[in-house]
């Protein structure tokens, strides 16, 4: 559960700046790289919470 909130947060303020950040190839490789980022932050977001 904590993975899948986490991930709906990242993909939801994504989503408010798609337009502005260009062509559909640019907004493809900052998707790959904000969700690389998520992905490995994660880890140390669920130890500081505890989970």
């Not at 993975?3 to 947060?9: G, K, Q, T, V, W």
């Not at 950040?21 to 980022?37: F, M, N, S």
């Amino acid at each position: 559960m904590t993975a899948l909130a986490f991930y709906a947060a990242v993909c939801g303020l994504l989503s408010l700046a798609g337009p502005r950040l260009g062509a559909p190839l640019t907004r493809l490789g900052i998707g790959a790289l904000v969700g690389i980022a998520a992905a490995a932050l994660l880890p140390a977001i669920r130890a500081q919470i505890g989970l």
